[in-house]
Each structure stands twice: as structure tokens, then as C-alpha cells.
């Protein structure tokens, strides 16, 4: 359940079925209709309605084998190495990483799924309530949100919004999703309050949506939108409503929900709104003992030992990253017995860059982990950590990139020094695009930024660690394929 209507949830006539995972229950508002909230005094009726609607993108974002995975082990961030039969999951992420997926496997499907579920209750609450501004308006930015999601990810997929009648809804080009989206925004920004609850979108939350959205226009519509990603990250980062935090990693705490630099957030609550299963995905078997976890971590996702290295030592975010030897929480050397005869750390549980495989036989304390999040004492398999959608320091970096984009140089360099300075490293004097670049990677590492981020500068199709060259056309994942079977009008994207 969001946070911000816990405590309204027993004096109005609404019931609700919360839950953590993707496919909840749609809630059922019992004697509340449009006049009702456009007559009412109670300010949180709205919120309670739309809550229904923002509990389903809180849904399986922040879990295993859904769109935050597939756009991470699908980059040069991460990786699920196999070990032995563990973490085989039928060549899955194997072939997530090296670029060979296919339309059949589960993640795309999950990922689809988790949108366009979240699209329907939007669709349903706008039509029951059509007339009710404070609620459409909100909620149309919310959907194209989603929409953002889609279209950076599946590229040219259907539109469906309160108008659309039933059937079988065909693929819209990808710069008519991108219209879409964009007049979703504009049309309704100006019915947004400028400040309120980080668990809702405001006009500002809507502004940063427009930068992110502008900055990857050349990509998604072949036109360049370089200074109206500025102007929009400008509104944002001039509003006086958001500031960098003095220590970068409070903005991933357990208790997160004061940090000024958050824009928009996904309350995930281990009693109330989980799914976020951070700690399970990255951490080893062993690790359990070392944060007195209720339930044993599942020893998967790492770093590439490149990525990691791109970090200078010196740089306060490399501490994104678990590595090195690993203590149980009284202290004492965590042992893995089981740990493979050949891997030359032995029994003492040691997080190392280097990952010896991809596949088949990767040593289980291979890789470094993701670190970035607090995994606070005790923490159950879902983290009470608020996951930042939207923060201000990149938004900052949207506008040194699109300023660099325009020869822009001085702008560029003042905006990605507050970052680096933030970070305890020395302020560039000269920047490129290719330094800008790896900027960018080392403040939004585990964010779903760098799938994105490397189509972007055009390193996406590069090899790396366990992938050749990629075709060009797996700049986009395949539409998936039980959505086909379903709905004989998809089309599905080039290549596959």
C-alpha cells in the first residue's frame, strides 16, 4: 500500500487488496462516484482512488526476471552467471547478456505484462471518472510513464488509452508512441500540483519526464530535442524544490523517504508494497549471515569486472559495489564450503571483479554485487527502501549531456562537476561526450539508466565481457511472443 494513504485507509468507503506482487487486485471503491469527489472537502479522496493505479507500477519494478532485469543484465552493468544448474533458467540471461534473446522468453512477457496491466487500471479509473481533472490529468501522465517504459524497451507497441474500444489493438509506430507520450504530458502538466508526495507525480515529476523523454528523441523519432531536454531539466533543477544529497548513498537507504534529491519514488514496504528483492538477486548464499537476513539471498546478478573498473578509487560511488573478503554480522570470516576446487580465494568467501565464466561453471563468489542500496539488518526478502524513479542528479547530467550535444561546453562542465564534486573526485576542465558517457554510468549504476544510456552514445551494439558484436536491430527487444499469440494484430519488430 502506498505510504502516504496508510492512514486514511479506514474513514472512506474503500476497499482495498494490496498486495506485492504483479497481478493485484483491482480495488473496489463502494459508493464513490465522480460527484462525490468533485463535491468532497477531503483532499486524500483523490489520493485513495488513484492509489490502486500507482500500486501497480510499485509492482515487480524492483524484482527478479522483469523490466528492471532485462534492461540491466541486457547491458554491460550486470551479469547472472551460471553456476553449475544454478541459475541456468533455461539459457535465459545467458542469452539476456550476450544479446541472442528470443521472443518466447518469460522476462519480455513479465516485462509487457507489468506495463500494460498498470495501463488498464489507469484506463479504468479515467473512465469512470472523466470529469474529475485533478484525478485524469495525474493519471494520464502516470500512463505515460509507462508508456515511456514501453517505448524504450518494446519501441513500437499499441496504444491504448480511455477511447479505445475492445478487440485486438495493433503496433503504433514508435514516433507516434513518442506523440503520444508527449502531448500526454503537455496537456495535462499544467493541472499538476508543483509540490507534494514523492509517491506522486507533480508538474516537476512531469518535467523530468519531458527531459528524460526529449534527451532520447533522436532516438525514438530520428529528430534531435537536445535544447528542449535542457530546458525542461533547467525547470527542474531551478524549482528550488529538489537538492543533490551531501552523501550520495542516502538516497538508497533503508529510510530514504526524506531525501531531497528524490523526485519520484516506488514506496516499496516489505509488510505492504514488496517486490523489491534486491538483496536476494545480487547477494551470495552466504550473505544471510552477514546482514541477519530472514530468508537466504538466491547468489545471482554481478558486476562486470570492466564496469566495476571504470570507478577511480578515490570515487565515492565505488562503493555501489560489495567486494572483496565477506564477514557474517559478529565479525568472523564467512567460509563457503562448497566453494569450487579451482577458484583461487578458496573457502573464504571473497566478492572478486574478476567472474572466471559466464557459463557453465562460474565460481560462486565470483563478481562484485550491487551495494548500492542499504540491506539494512534483519531485512525480510522484500527491502523497505523507497526506489528512486526520477532524482535530480540525473537530471543534472540530462542537462550537461544536452548541453555538450549543442557545444555547449561551459554548461555541460558545470552541471557533471556538481556531480563528480558530490562524488569526492576533482572537477573536469574539458569534457567529451565518451567521458560524459562513463560519467553517466558510474552516478545511475542498478538504476535502469545504462541499456539506455549505451544505445544513446552508440556503444550498444559493441562487444564486451561474454558478447560479440550485436545485430543492429536488438536495439529493441522483441515485441513477446504469448502477446502475438494472443493478439493476432501485433506485428512483431525487425529481426525477429
Known amino acids: 500500500m502506498f505510504k502516504s494513504v ?18 493485484l487486485e483491482q480495488e473496489v471503491l463502494d459508493g464513490v462516484t465522480a460527484d462525490d469527489i468533485a463535491n468532497s472537502t477531503n483532499p486524500n479522496l483523490i489520493d485513495v482512488l488513484k492509489a490502486s493505479a500507482y500500486s501497480r507500477i510499485v509492482g515487480s519494478w524492483g524484482g527478479h526476471n522483469s523490466i528492471w532485469s532485462i534492461h540491466e543484465v541486457a547491458s ?10 544454478d541459475w541456468e533458467d533455461g539459457g535465459q540471461w545467458l542469452r539476456m547478456h550476450r544479446h541472442l534473446w528470443n521472443p518466447s522468453e518469460e522476462a519480455f512477457n513479465n516485462s509487457w505484462s507489468y506495463c500494460y496491466s498498470a ?124 537538492s543533490l ?4 548513498f542516502a538516497n538508497f537507504a533503508e529510510r530514504n523517504s526524506g531525501s531531497p534529491e528524490n523526485i519520484l519514488t516506488l514506496p516499496y514496504d516489505q509488510n505492504n508494497a514488496g517486490g523489491f528483492n534486491l538483496a536476494q538477486m545480487t547477494l551470495h548464499y552466504l550473505s544471510q549471515n552477514t546482514y541477519n537476513l530472514q530468508e537466504q539471498p538466491w547468489n545471482g546478478y554481478a558486476s562486470l569486472e570492466e564496469f566495476y573498473n571504470s570507478f577511480d ?46 557459463a557453465p561453471n562460474a565460481f560462486r563468489q565470483a563478481g562484485t554485487r550491487v551495494g548500492k542500496f542499504e540491506f539494512a539488518s534483519g531485512a525480510a526478502s522484500s527491502l523497505n527502501n523507497d526506489y528512486p524513479l526520477f532524482r535530480l542528479g540525473e537530471i543534472i547530467l540530462i542537462k550537461a549531456e544536452a548541453a555538450l550535444r549543442q557545444g555547449k561546453t561551459a554548461d555541460a562542465l558545470a552541471a557533471v562537476n556538481q556531480i563528480r564534486t558530490r562524488a569526492g573526485m576533482p572537477a573536469y576542465s574539458s569534457i567529451t561526450l565518451d567521458e560524459l558517457f562513463d560519467e553517466i554510468g558510474r552516478e545511475m549504476f542498478a538504476e535502469a539508466n545504462r541499456r539506455t544510456a549505451q544505445i544513446r552514445f552508440g556503444k550498444w551494439s559493441q562487444p564486451w565481457w561474454e558478447k560479440d558484436q550485436s545485430a543492429a536491430f536488438r536495439v529493441l527487444f522483441p515485441i513477446p511472443l504469448n502477446q502475438i499469440n494472443a493478439n493476432p494484430n501485433l506485428t512483431q519488430n525487425p529481426g525477429y
Open 313 to 358: 578509487d578515490e570515487d565515492a560511488r565505488k562503493n555501489s559495489f560489495l567486494v572483496g573478503p565477506q564477514f557474517s554480522s559478529d565479525g568472523s570470516r564467512l567460509l563457503d564450503i562448497s566453494a569450487e576446487p579451482g577458484d583461487p580465494d578458496g573457502e573464504p568467501l571473497t566478492f572478486t571483479p574478476n567472474i572466471n565464466m559466464l
Open 245 to 248: 544529497t551531501s552523501n550520495f
Open 76 to 85: 554491460d552493468e550486470l551479469a547472472i552467471p551460471q553456476k553449475g544448474a
Open 119 to 242: 495501463i488498464g487500471e489507469i484506463n479504468n479509473l479515467i473512465i469512470a471518472y472523466p470529469d474529475v481533472t485533478a484525478l485524469t490529468s495525474e493519471l494520464k501522465v502516470l500512463r505515460a510513464l509507462i508508456y515511456m517504459w514501453l517505448i524504450d524497451s518494446f519501441g513500437n507497441v499499441p496504444v491504448i488509452d480511455e477511447n479505445s474500444t475492445g478487440g485486438n489493438p495493433p503496433n503504433s509506430p514508435r514516433a507516434e508512441v513518442f506523440a503520444f507520450i508527449e502531448s500526454s504530458i503537455l496537456d495535462n502538466i499544467d493541472a499538476l500540483p508543483e509540490e507534494g508526495s514523492k509517491y506522486y507525480i507533480n508538474y516537476y515529476t512531469a518535467k523530468a519526464m519531458l527531459a528524460r523523454l526529449y534527451i532520447n528523441a533522436e532516438i525514438y523519432t530520428g529528430t534531435q530535442r537536445w535544447a528542449d531536454a535542457e530546458a525542461a531539466a533547467d525547470e527542474v533543477i531551478n524549482s528550488g524544490n529538489y
Open 6 to 23: 496508510k492512514k486514511i485507509c479506514l474513514v472512506l468507503p474503500v476497499v482495498f487488496a494490496m498486495g506485492a506482487c504483479q497481478e
